[in-house]
């Protein structure tokens, strides 16, 4: 029913700048929210921050000031821009859309490779 792509990722230096774009397509309907997850290797997804179709956001205090959420509703896109990028921000990060009008309510993208070494 929905469908979620992602894009973006890849390798950066500690504090360098990356950005994950996701484009959710099928049917969305709102009020929704999308965000970012992420998941360490031995560690459980975790949320890094959301935003709801109305444009309110929500991070995880690890990410405050640094990161940046942010969408586009006609698209039914979302972006992160990550700044001043650390070594523990090294995970898989998913994109997620929760759809609270429709069963199942909640689906994820693939996930994307975020590695901040030096």
């Known amino acids: 029913q929905v469908q979620l792509v992602e894009s973006g990722g890849g390798l950066a230096q500690p504090g360098g700048s990356l950005r994950l774009s996701c484009a959710a397509s099928?049917?969305?309907?709102?009020?929704?929210?999308m965000g970012w997850y992420r998941q360490a290797p031995g560690k459980q997804r975790v949320l890094v921050a959301t935003?709801?179709?109305?444009?309110?956001?929500n991070y995880a205090d690890s990410v405050k000031g640094r990161f940046t959420i942010s969408r586009d509703n006609a698209k039914n896109t979302v972006t992160l821009q990550m700044n001043s990028l650390k070594p523990e921000d090294t995970a898989v990060y998913y994109c997620?859309?929760?759809?609270?009008?429709?069963?199942?309510?909640?689906?994820w993208g693939q996930g994307t490779q975020v590695t901040v070494s030096s």
């Open positions: 997620s859309i929760v759809i609270p009008s429709i069963k199942p309510n909640t689906y």
């Open positions: 099928g049917s969305i309907f709102s009020p929704n929210f």
């Open positions: 935003i709801t179709s109305g444009g309110l956001t």
